[in-house]
């Protein structure tokens, strides 16, 4: 299960790599690295270790995921910055800590951009090396310069453009909140706004608009799960979390979601096809409320939550295929990942727990989404340069946290001073030249840990241990917590008491890192 790979390094070839600007491989890559590839991160959402068949669950079948599997490299030890999805994509596109601040939590669908105007993105890191941006799917980060105070009806003021992406169509939040409907650089698509203008609120409902809780009949497509709220605006015949009242033509249709970003993912690949572009690709699959379209329901024996996967990896087939087309296979860096761990039933009655099965969308890790244990923040990543990277598995530490400063390595872009603080440059690893990763990684759930690969550490916390709602193990304890992952993956036997020089090691670095900034 937990596969482990010893790579042959030819000396020549990692001497040479670690000499700054050297783009030249001696192994038996057909392909020289390209000083300028294209860079396209596919960011799937709430999709477990487990959830891709590469990683070895024999229940789930991604035909198109595992093809790019087998010529690049597929990571065991990867790590999202934190187990939900604004901490998580904060941290990917800014490198640094989501932790470091107290306002990066789940946002609402009408939070402002939690991004700062001073902070240098990722994206800005890529127009500066001459790159053309875009950021296509879901979003999450917030829109505008104040909470509630966006300007749905004309033109959002602070949004993907200000932070360095050239293009965006984004869904703002979640498919589980208001305002249901996409949004092309900073205005939403087909609004009426004349004479059906929109309305959000988190805070207040409009009269007249029905309730989920209020009007279950009016529900017909999917209900919520008891206790879980999204009981609010309908849209649909799916209630959402927020109240929401008019664009009735901005609507979005949640079963062509995917086949609507994936369209845009592809276009935006077309039209560039003769400058270098950097592509964040966010997919709604498979966030709840989970609708895939016709076409996969029923096909992968799980429900809605199997049939979300089949259709992620059809949108990761739809852009392997435009990289093709454009001719770019060799010159393009295709990255999949996820935002955070898995989850069954996040808030609606959608049979995922009932037709689960056998699968472990967890794999061999304890937890999920919102947990401090490993399932929270590993996750799977697939980093493929196809000609260039070898089919190799790597189990070395990696976080999201760095792909920030290797990208910048390998362009050869100079980051401003402050500017993505924690992130490393670990674009060897990568591109799978190595396996000697981080030596420690960060990982946050409320509380955070440290793994230096083999062992973990979770402070002690008051938080829960449980969440009844989604059945989750938050890896929550009033007790320190040390893990030796090598011998026990599952985080099943507390060893602080028996190893207290390791406990301290990792919990020094980790308050030297907590103080760093
Ligand atoms: C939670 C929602 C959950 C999901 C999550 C965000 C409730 C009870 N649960 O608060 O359904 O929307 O937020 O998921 O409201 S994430 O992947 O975008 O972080
Ligand atoms: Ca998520």
């Not at 169509?169 to 009426?192: F, H, K, S, W």
């Not at 990277?389 to 100079?414: E, K, P, R």
Request: aromatic share 8%.
């Amino acid at each position: 299960m937990f596969q482990k790979t010893h790579f042959k390094l030819l000396g020549i070839s990692s001497l040479c790599l670690l000499s700054a600007g050297c783009t030249e491989k001696s192994n038996d890559s057909s392909v020289k690295l390209p000083s300028k590839p294209n860079v396209i991160i596919i960011l799937a959402d709430d999709i477990g270790y487990g959830d891709l068949s590469c990683n070895g669950e024999p229940t789930i079948n991604t035909p198109n995921v595992d093809n790019l599997a087998t010529q690049g490299v597929r990571f065991t030890d990867a790590h999202a910055v934190a187990a939900t999805s604004t901490p998580s994509r904060y941290s990917l596109l800014t490198g640094n800590y989501s932790w470091r601040r107290n306002d990066t939590h789940i946002a609402a669908g009408d939070a402002a951009m939690i991004i700062q105007p001073e902070e240098y993105t990722f994206a800005q890191m890529f127009q500066q090396a001459g790159y053309t941006t875009a950021a296509v799917g879901k979003w999450h980060l917030g829109l505008g310069r104040a909470r509630g105070e966006q300007d749905w009806n004309g033109e959002i003021d602070y949004g993907p453009r200000e932070i360095g992406f050239d293009y965006s169509y984004i869904m703002a939040a979640t498919g589980d909140r208001v305002p249901c409907v996409y949004v092309e650089n900073q205005q939403i698509v087909g609004l009426d706004a004349e004479n059906d203008p929109i309305a959000v609120s988190y805070t207040t409902p409009f009269p007249g608009e029905p309730l989920g809780k209020d009007h279950p009949e009016l529900l017909t497509v999917m209900k919520p799960s008891p206790n879980h709220g999204h009981d609010q605006a309908i849209v649909n015949g799916i209630s959402r979390i927020g109240y929401m009242k008019g664009g009735e033509k901005a609507l979005w249709l949640d079963e062509n979601i995917a086949d609507s970003i994936t369209a845009h993912a592809v276009s935006f690949i077309r039209e560039n096809k003769d400058a270098p572009f950097f592509l964040y690709f966010g997919t709604n699959d498979i966030h709840v409320p989970r609708v895939p379209h016709p076409r996969f329901r029923g096909k992968s024996g799980m429900g809605p939550r199997g049939d979300a996967i089949l259709e992620f990896d059809w949108s990761v087939g739809k852009v392997v295929q435009a990289i093709k087309d454009i001719g770019a296979e060799n010159n393009t860096i295709i990255i999949i990942t996820s935002d955070n761990g898995p989850v069954i039933d996040d808030g609606y009655m959608d049979q995922a727990v009932e037709l689960l099965g056998d699968h472990r969308p967890w794999s061999d890790f304890r937890g999920g989404k919102y947990s401090n244990f490993e399932a929270g923040t590993r996750i799977p990543l697939i980093v493929a340069l196809p000609g260039y990277t070898q089919q190799s598995v790597s189990d070395a530490s990696v976080s999201q946290i760095d792909f920030f400063a290797s990208f910048a390595h390998l362009i050869g872009a100079n980051l401003p001073k402050d500017a993505a603080k924690d992130s490393q440059n670990q674009i060897d690893v990568l591109l799978g030249n190595t396996t000697v990763g981080r030596t420690h990684v960060i990982e946050s759930a409320g509380s955070l840990s440290i793994s230096d690969g083999e062992w973990k550490y979770i402070e002690p916390s008051k938080r829960p241990r449980y969440n009844n709602l989604t059945d989750i193990e938050l890896g929550n304890d009033r007790l320190p917590q040390l893990y030796n992952l090598k011998n026990d993956i599952g985080e099943k036997n507390n060893l602080y008491l028996d190893n207290p020089d390791k406990l301290n090691e990792l919990k020094n670095i980790l308050e030297s890192e907590k103080n760093k900034f």
